[in-house]
């Protein structure tokens, strides 16, 4: 292998300590701590465990952490006035409603009632907006802590090509408009790309958010790129178990990029704390509390 390892865990750690150095000046200021509300509907498992790390997450950063769980036969009006509730609550600055959401409910219709400003997964359609056209807004989370990867590791962006392999509302999307922002030349591979592998060469930066497990080959990298893996895949080890791997081929790819994330311990790590990092923001910004973002 001669790529470099993109630690992801050590870097969402540092992330972390910040964002929990920033909040006792926040405290003294406002008179109450930032606080984070998530909401989950049914008992899904995976989200359960994402649902149960963000509120430890929150509360070891000295935030207040509020969950709410509601039973998957929720009507999606009940849902609604608690969002309602969430939004004119001057404890909570952040809401994230945990996808995905019963069948009965409209995902988009709950992400439309949540206040723009305290949409710290940023998946509301106004901050959509707001980052496709320049202006101060939340950002996704995942890409977001990708775009802080990729500047700690490789410094100023401007002028490099860069491919996004997925062109998702979470990650894909957000990601190409993030990378536009820092100057890259950015394209957006997807299911119809032709000659994907090809294009994929051309790629200073190439990140991949498909959900195929390890479908990028060594093959398919210029020699030298920096590589994103945002892929999480539960596979088959050979030996009665499981095991996790990215959208890359990890080994394959180390042989042949500059720099690459691994699964798990790359981007990973960095979703929770950038929400973390999102919640503070919004905190400082609704308190008209003074903050230095480039602490954070």
């Known amino acids: 292998m001669s790529a470099a390892v993109i630690d992801g865990k050590a870097?969402?750690?540092?992330?972390?300590?910040?964002v929990a150095g920033l909040v006792p000046a926040f405290e003294a200021a406002a008179g109450r701590k930032p606080g984070l509300a998530v909401v989950?509907?049914?008992?899904?498992?995976?989200?359960?465990?994402?649902?149960?790390?963000?509120?430890?997450?929150t509360e070891a950063s000295g935030m207040a952490s509020f969950t709410h769980k509601l039973p998957a036969e929720t009507t999606e009006e009940a849902l609604l006035d608690l969002v309602h509730q969430l939004n004119g609550d001057a404890s909570v600055d952040g809401i994230l409603v945990q996808l995905?959401?019963?069948?009965?409910?409209?995902?988009s219709r709950v992400i439309a009632t949540i206040d723009p400003d305290k949409d710290v997964d940023g998946f509301h359609v106004v901050n959509v907006g707001r980052l496709a056209t320049g202006l101060e807004g939340f950002v996704p989370c995942t890409p977001l802590g990708c775009l802080m990867l990729l500047e700690d590791r490789l410094g100023d962006?401007?002028?490099?090509?860069?491919?996004?392999?997925?062109?998702?509302?979470?990650v894909g999307k957000p990601m190409a408009?993030?990378?536009?922002?820092k100057s890259c030349t950015v394209t957006?591979?997807?299911?119809?790309?032709?000659?994907?592998?090809a294009l994929c060469r051309t790629a200073d930066i190439l990140v991949a958010a498909v959900g195929r497990p390890e479908m990028v080959r060594g093959d398919?990298?210029?020699?030298?790129?920096?590589?994103?893996d945002v892929g999480i895949n539960r596979i088959d080890n050979g030996e009665g178990g499981t095991k996790l791997v990215g959208d890359v081929d990890f080994?394959?790819?180390?042989?042949?990029?500059?720099?690459?994330?691994?699964?798990?311990?790359?981007?990973?790590?960095?979703?929770?704390?950038?929400?973390?990092?999102n919640t503070l923001v919004s905190a400082y910004r609704r308190a008209g509390v003074p903050l230095d973002k480039g602490s954070i």
Not at 11 to 18: C, M, N, P, S, V
Not at 164 to 169: A, Q, Y
Not at 188 to 197: E, G, Q, V
């Open 11 to 18: 870097f969402a750690a540092g992330l972390r300590e910040k």
């Open 40 to 57: 989950i509907v049914g008992e899904d498992p995976a989200s359960q465990v994402y649902v149960r790390s963000k509120g430890k997450a």
């Open 100 to 107: 995905p959401l019963p069948r009965h409910i409209d995902e």
């Open 157 to 170: 962006l401007s002028g490099l090509n860069a491919v996004v392999i997925g062109r998702s509302n979470i």
């Open 177 to 181: 408009q993030l990378l536009l922002s």
């Open 188 to 197: 957006i591979a997807h299911s119809r790309t032709k000659d994907l592998p």
């Open 220 to 228: 398919w990298i210029k020699p030298g790129a920096t590589v994103i």
């Open 251 to 277: 080994a394959d790819a180390a042989t042949v990029a500059g720099a690459i994330t691994p699964v798990p311990g790359g981007v990973g790590p960095m979703t929770i704390a950038v929400l973390l990092r």
